[in-house]
């Protein structure tokens, strides 16, 4: 595991949702400047980034299945409403080829994610600015582009309705997109 050094840059790492990157580009800066160091912003292909030093901060989302969907790979998929809303706005065409067949929720959002090993105080910094972003006048355009009204600190257990889906879907023996229900 690498271990971060104070002055490096940070790697802010955008997973699966490419369509947010003016977004994740302005958040980038913003940490930056905030931080008076640089941030780079790369593309994260792999969780594991964060274990081996090649990410350290990183928004994780789910639009890949959209794009499953429309291309005919996949019959259905669960994404997420802000991802789809995104999708729809920049590419209109995809609302005569998608069809929401149902909904459930709410259910906890995408989330920033900081790798355990960064210090507590460079996390508790970007953690801050990010909280302050949605009150601040001159965030509010790359905000709406991603239609996100602010960030909100939360702890790990605000994500245990992920935790339970999870749950339901492992007990039911669906575990991955090529299997089917336990007994069917």
Not at 45 to 51: H, I, L, N, R, V
Not at 98 to 118: K, M, N, Q, W, Y
Request: hydrophobic residues 45%.
């Amino acid at each position: 595991m690498s271990v971060h050094q104070e002055g490096a840059p940070l790697r802010f790492a955008t997973f699966l949702a490419p369509n947010m990157l003016p977004v994740y580009r302005f958040l980038a800066d913003r940490i930056a400047d905030r931080l008076g160091r640089p941030v780079v912003l790369v593309a994260g292909t792999s969780f594991d980034q964060f274990e081996h030093g090649q990410a350290d901060l990183g928004v994780i989302c789910g639009l890949p299945y959209v794009w499953l969907v429309d291309a005919g790979a996949v019959d259905a998929a669960a994404i997420d409403s802000q991802v789809l809303a995104i999708e729809l706005r920049d590419h209109p065409q995809l609302a005569d080829r998608l069809r929401v067949v149902d909904t459930f929720g709410p259910s906890t959002i995408e989330l920033v994610v900081a790798a355990s090993r960064l210090p507590d105080q460079l996390k508790d910094e970007v953690r801050e600015l990010l909280v302050e972003l949605g009150d601040d006048p001159s965030a509010r355009p790359a905000l709406d582009h991603g239609f996100i009204q602010g960030f909100t600190a939360v702890d790990d257990s605000a994500y245990d309705d992920i935790r339970a889906s999870l749950a339901t879907i492992q007990a039911a023996g669906w575990t991955s997109l090529t299997q089917t229900a336990a007994g069917s």
